[in-house]
T-cell receptor, first 115, second 112 residues
Framework: GENVEQHPSTLSVQEGDSAVIKCTYSDSASNYFPWYKQELGKGPQLIIDIRSNVGEKKDQRIAVTLNKTAKHFSLHITETQPEDSAVYFC??????????????FGKGTKLSVIP | DTGVSQDPRHKITKRGQNVTFRCDPISEHNRLYWYRQTLGQGPEFLTYFQNEAQLEKSRLLSDRFSAERPKGSFSTLEIQRTEQGDSAMYLC??????????FGQGTRLTVV
């Protein structure tokens, strides 16, 4: 089955700096890669996703890059703010049918943004 | 409709007891997923429904775990003869084939 590795497990940055979280996956058939933000006591919330036919996607301060050959993808947050502090998870799935979300998650990165 | 609703939010049970959790998906979402999340880990996929049909259940952790979605709307997850290792957050998510999956806030189970 799929295996997703995520690094680092913790990350502290100064407010305004950039943060980068990296993930690798094992199954070359995986074609959908979402990123989730989870705040304490809440469920994961999708912040950005990318499909295997795209190399990069950006949404305001958040961007994701995908390297299919190397089987890794990364989350980039620029101009970090204290409210970005949370646990971030990467995930991967083989989208066997449109909208199928049988996801394999990484272990998470706890991001702390220091004011 | 404000999102995926899970009930209860917290459950404490004694080892050996049965527990049942409920998930109400976003209305009109025909796909529903159950995940388990242990402390310090990412969510782990358990099972998946499309309408009332359970299309994937091989990832349920043992035969003590079962899930139903009898009318294609709400779903229940039951754990029989609970063990301390079952202590975790149980998350439900829903979507349609055209939308992202939205997660509920989860049910935190503590087995004592």
């Amino acid at each position: 089955g799929e295996n997703v590795e995520q690094h680092p497990s913790t990350l502290s940055v100064q407010e305004g700096d950039s943060a980068v979280i990296k993930c690798t996956y094992s199954d070359s058939a995986s074609n959908y890669f979402p990123w989730y933000k989870q705040e304490l006591g809440k469920g994961p919330q999708l912040i950005i996703d990318i499909r295997s036919n795209v190399g990069e996607k950006k949404d305001q301060r958040i961007a994701v890059t995908l390297n299919k050959t190397a089987k890794h993808f990364s989350l980039h947050i620029t101009e970090t703010q204290p409210e970005d502090s949370a646990v971030y998870f990467c995930a991967a799935s083989k989208n066997s049918g449109a909208g199928s979300y049988q996801l394999t998650f990484g272990k998470g990165t706890k991001l702390s943004v220091i004011p | 409709d404000t999102g995926v609703s899970q009930d209860p939010r917290h459950k404490i049970t004694k080892r050996g007891q049965n527990v049942t959790f409920r998930c109400d998906p976003i209305s009109e979402h025909n796909r529903l997923y159950w995940y388990r999340q242990t402390l310090g880990q990412g969510p782990e996929f358990l099972t998946y429904f499309q309408n009332e049909a359970q299309l994937e259940k091989s990832r349920l952790l043992s035969d003590r775990f079962s899930a139903e979605r009898p009318k294609g709307s709400f779903s229940t997850l039951e754990i029989q003869r609970t063990e301390q290792g079952d202590s975790a957050m149980y998350l439900c998510a829903s979507n349609t084939q055209y939308t992202e999956a939205f997660f509920g806030q989860g049910t935190r189970l503590t087995v004592v």
